[in-house]
């Protein structure tokens, strides 16, 4: 009996973990969007020479790294260009934490046709850099604490999640425009400038 009841026990463990694993996943396509630096500001320098003494004599490294600030500016597909957010250049802890250095930027495009940017988490797996951009993706999205996370796994190992903070555009609406008439026959029947053959002919009249 004790048996059984452990046997059971597990049983449901286990059944509580593959539930659990069962995600609800959506499928979108993944591009990647050139970034440029916009709105540059030159800050000052940063001296980065470090001398060392070798065997044949004394040696540096590193030099006068110009310091600046900008925002990243996203070139999307139509032409157009977006800000995405403001960056920094040069040697500073600022510039490793906002790096202007970035040639692109990951976008998912959902099934709605919703364009996600995709900002990797800082200190979480990047399963996007193995994946190849402009095709299908599986991903899911997950809250903790308010945030919202889109995880997507890994091609290599898909017990692996990437993680990627979404930031959503701005819908674009349509401009309303008039509808458009199918063709002019309906208004030259009307028109009077017909001939009787002609309003015959084309009319059915």
Not at 107 to 132: P, Q, Y
Request: aromatic fraction near 6%; glycine fraction near 10%.
């Amino acid at each position: 009996m004790k048996k059984t009841i452990i046997a059971i026990a597990l049983m449901l463990v286990s059944m509580a973990a593959f539930a659990k694993d069962k995600k609800e996943y959506q499928i979108g396509t993944l591009a990647k969007v050139p970034l440029h630096v916009g709105g540059k500001v030159t800050t000052g320098f940063t001296d980065t020479t470090s001398c060392n003494s070798g065997l044949l004599g004394v040696h540096c490294t590193g030099g006068i790294v110009d310091d600046y600030s900008g925002w990243l500016v996203a070139d999307m597909p139509d032409g157009t260009e977006l800000v995405l957010k403001r960056c920094v250049g040069g040697a500073s802890l600022a510039a490793v934490m906002l790096p202007c250095d970035q040639p692109f930027t990951l976008a998912l495009t959902e099934e709605d046709g919703t364009m996600v940017f995709l900002d990797h988490t800082w200190g979480h797996h990047d399963s996007a850099k193995n994946l190849e951009t402009t095709s299908k993706v599986l991903y899911h999205v997950e809250r903790h604490g308010g945030v919202t996370y889109i995880m997507i796994p890994d091609p290599d190992n898909p017990k692996k999640e990437g993680s990627y903070n979404p930031v959503k555009l701005p819908r674009q609406t349509a401009k309303n425009a008039p509808p458009q008439a199918a063709d002019n026959v309906t208004a030259m029947c009307a028109s009077g400038k017909l001939s009787a053959d002609q309003q015959k002919q084309f009319c059915g009249h």
